[in-house]
């Protein structure tokens, strides 16, 4: 199979942000939600995770339309039980429920020492890689997962059973130094990166897909006519999978997804632990930039030439998109300009 890669155009991240904003205040979300939401988007596609940025426009529109994303609603939190929180997200956008787990985590850890909070009638929240790194910030550890519409298989199926049910941790570094982020789906691919790769005309690696028929594949096309994405590490990443399927789909009152009962949206649960009820945060961010350094120095594998901590090759790519610019699809920006006259 032959792929023409998709010509591209560089966006300032400002400019990015304001045309976004704009798409959302029109679809009839206030300017200060509206912010929040293009910044959260445009933040994805600074890290380099394009399939959490703003080409998510198009469908929280059509959600909009459909009734699933109320664009007015604000999220509400209740406190359940010392160190519980549940945060009603009331179908408003996934972002502004999350920010909102994320205050209450860091009010409720400073008497509790931990907590946990997961969100209700949530809708697609981005990265949660956004959220456990702004705990991070505040010397808490983050911890966030969710479940999602069914796209995957189980190890050894065919058919669509699981969601891409990501996982992702941060913890604090030195002053100045990004924290650890660890953020990705248990999916070999997240779908969302799957349509980017459709987008620009490219191919992707074996061992991510299977097509309607249960056949492996490198056309990204053959997931969007009946095919699966495949859990990552084999049983491993099934394993993960289905106990973040139950977990977030269970305590969130979300559901299971290919279960009766499931409501859709995103199952979310997101825990913090306050580094300072178990140690000095100092003494906690000064010995885990001593590992990371230490990593730093490890002798290199043939065909590499670095040892890079997680977190750290999408700071690079931030760094090199505020210079640069966003590299979008032209299909992509074409598609949003659209977008407002809709």
């Not at 032959?2 to 304001?18: D, G, I, S, Y």
Request: aromatic letters at 6%.
């Amino acid at each position: 199979m032959t792929f023409r890669q998709t010509e591209r155009r560089r966006v300032a991240a400002p400019a990015l942000e304001n045309l976004a904003a704009s798409i959302l205040h029109r679809a009839g979300v206030s300017v200060v939600d509206a912010r929040r939401v293009a910044a959260s988007l445009v933040r994805s596609d600074l890290l380099g995770h394009d399939s959490h940025g703003v080409r998510r426009l198009p469908a929280y529109l059509q959600q909009i339309r459909a009734g699933r994303i109320d664009p007015r609603a604000r999220p509400e939190a209740e406190q359940v039980r010392p160190g519980a929180v549940v945060v009603h997200g009331r179908q408003a956008f996934g972002q502004l429920a999350a920010y909102r787990a994320v205050r209450e985590l860091r009010r409720t850890t400073t008497s509790a020492g931990s907590a946990i909070a997961t969100i209700r009638d949530c809708n697609h929240v981005g990265r949660l890689g956004e959220y456990v790194a702004l705990l991070a910030e505040h010397d808490l550890i983050g911890i966030a997962f969710g479940n999602a519409d069914p796209t995957v298989a189980p190890h050894g199926g065919a058919e669509r059973r699981l969601g891409t049910n990501p996982l992702a941790w941060a913890v604090p570094r030195a002053e100045g130094a990004p924290p650890v982020v660890m953020d990705w789906a248990t999916s070999g691919v997240a779908e969302g990166k799957l349509a980017v790769a459709r987008d620009r005309g490219e191919g992707i690696r074996e061992g991510l897909v299977l097509d309607r028929d249960g056949r492996a594949t490198t056309d990204p096309r053959d997931f969007y006519t009946g095919g699966a994405l495949l859990p990552f590490g084999g049983h491993k990443g099934y394993g993960l999978s289905v106990l973040i399927e139950i977990v977030g789909g269970l305590i969130s009152g979300t559901g299971i997804g290919s279960m009766p009962g499931y409501r859709g949206g995103f199952g979310t649960v997101l825990a913090a632990f306050d580094i300072a009820a178990f140690q000095a945060p100092r003494e906690f961010r000064e010995r885990t930039e001593q590992f990371c350094a230490a990593l730093h120095r490890t002798g290199t594998a043939e065909g590499h030439t670095e040892v890079l901590v997680p977190g750290e090759p999408e700071d690079r790519v931030r760094r090199e998109r505020e210079r640069d610019g966003i590299p979008l699809a032209e299909s992509v920006w074409q598609e949003l300009h659209a977008l407002p006259r809709e």
